[in-house]
């Protein structure tokens, strides 16, 4: 069975600085690609940021040079490092992890981390 957990969410200050982690298992995490959502309240779900199987990286426009994903194959966890964070960035974190099998792609979610920035 499959499990994604995240955690690292909270209250924080704008400006401030969160690591949201995600563990997963039931997988072999090192082959597949890892993703970082989030969503706000009354707002679709948007691709944060993303950690393919080798190690490249992408980001929304929005959180390029504030925010770092990466990856520890050894503990099976992604992470999201957010520093000068924005009241705007409030939102339900999500981490996904998109596996492919020789029948298809299967992506996985977890439950997701409220982060909360004040202004």
């Known amino acids: 069975q499959v499990e994604l957990v995240e955690s690292g969410g909270g209250l924080v200050q704008a400006g401030g600085s969160l690591r949201l982690s995600c563990a997963s298992s039931?997988?072999?995490?090192?082959?597949?690609?890892m993703d970082w959502y989030r969503q706000a309240p009354g707002k679709e779900r948007e691709l944060v940021a993303s950690?393919?199987?080798?190690?490249?990286?992408t980001y929304a426009d929005s959180v390029k040079g504030r925010f770092t994903i990466s990856r520890d194959n050894a503990k099976n966890t992604v992470y999201l490092q957010m520093s000068s964070l924005k009241p705007e960035d409030t939102a339900v974190y999500y981490c996904?992890?998109?596996?492919?099998?020789?029948?298809?792609?299967?992506?996985?979610w977890g439950q997701g981390t409220q982060v909360t920035v004040s202004s």
């Open positions: 996904s992890e998109r596996e492919y099998t020789p029948v298809g792609e299967y992506e996985y």
């Open positions: 039931g997988t072999i995490f090192s082959d597949n690609d």
């Open positions: 950690i393919s199987a080798v190690g490249s990286t």
